[in-house]
């Protein structure tokens, strides 16, 4: 019988983390977690959820932590998803961001390269489309695609350029087969309450149900290009098994504002104007925001055969319903 192979997630009890843990075990794979703490608020719902999971204790700013996770796990794929990754909190917490989100990633491949698996393990770096900011938008209507310019346009968008490009460094550098997802904004049922996507389906299952009045959020203008978690890790796991480590954006080619967003999750529950619940609030609206961010998927699309399958519609009805299922057992339980 052949070895089941071994991975290893950063970032476990995130969004990403918990789809890509379902999806690897499903393929057959053993697969590791690093997780944060003795007492991670997260830990027991995970290991209830995943009794196949092996987590390992450890820190993107520890590196000798790292260095016992790469030598516990042995693995053959590495899949580095582990950041601060709430663009408005990184404008609070700049110097923790990039602490975690950039010289984490070096911590990460140094891990790999100095227990002398440079050659072995291949290694997935979470890159994202903040990197490219919304500016020197040099293919209007077509999407920013692996050859676009990057102007990031907060700490957490600089600190993932320089992941990205440390990533690219290691790969150029030492023959390590690194390759960087440019992943645009993917949303799902895991999505932290945090995230404006999740903070208006959430929202709007409490409002139906009578346990909140309204929901605060920010500016409503901007157009983001928005997928299915569940798709877009897939995808992660099409670029490890790629021939060659490179670069993809994963995208869905299309944009919507957080103004659609609220319209359909409001019609899924039955209520045709969302105004009257929503309040706009100066403390959400961030220094400088991103206008547009618009994906070319047409390199994975072409190179790995990946595409999405949930579309915008049937992202946002995924997301009540498991919201409106979530807040009707909170009910119960009061």
């Not at 928005?226 to 796991?237: H, I």
Request: charged fraction near 25%.
């Amino acid at each position: 019988m052949a070895e089941a192979r071994r991975a290893l997630i950063t970032g476990i009890t995130g969004q990403d983390g918990g789809h890509l843990a379902l999806q690897l075990h499903e393929k057959g794979y053993e697969v590791y977690g690093l997780i944060r703490g003795q007492n991670n608020p997260r830990r027991a719902a995970l290991e209830a959820e995943m009794p196949n999971l092996t987590l390992i204790e450890g820190d993107l700013t520890d590196p000798t932590s790292l260095i016992r996770a790469v030598e516990v796990s042995n693995p053959h794929e590495l899949y580095n998803l582990a950041a601060i990754s709430h663009v408005g909190y990184s404008f609070k917490n700049p110097t923790l961001t990039a602490d975690v989100t950039a010289t984490g990633v070096l911590n990460v491949l140094e891990a790999v390269r100095v227990t002398g698996r440079d050659q072995s393990t291949r290694i997935y770096q979470a890159s994202t489309s903040e990197m490219f900011g919304g500016l020197d938008y040099n293919r209007p209507g077509a999407g920013y695609n692996e050859d676009s310019l990057f102007h990031p346009r907060s700490p957490y968008g600089v600190a993932k350029l320089y992941g990205h490009w440390i990533a690219r460094n290691y790969r150029e550098a030492y023959g390590m087969f690194v390759s960087c997802g440019i992943l645009f904004n993917h949303e799902g049922e895991r999505r932290g309450l945090e995230f404006v996507t999740r903070k208006i389906t959430h929202g709007v299952a409490r409002i139906k149900l009578g346990l909140q009045a309204n929901i605060e959020l920010g500016d409503l203008w901007p157009k983001r290009d928005w997928g299915y978690a569940g798709d877009f890790v897939e995808g992660m796991w099409k670029i490890l098994q790629h021939d060659e480590p490179d670069d993809f954006v994963l995208a869905t080619g299309e944009t919507h504002s957080i103004e659609e967003f609220l319209t359909l999750a409001f019609a899924e529950v039955g209520i045709d104007d969302w105004r009257p619940y929503v309040i706009q609030n100066p403390t959400h609206m961030r220094p400088t925001e991103v206008d547009i961010l618009l994906g070319d998927p047409s390199k994975a699309e072409r190179v790995l055969g990946w595409k999405r399958r949930v579309d915008f519609p049937e992202l946002v009805r995924l997301m009540v319903e498991h919201d409106l299922k979530l807040a009707r057992m909170q009910r119960a339980l009061a």
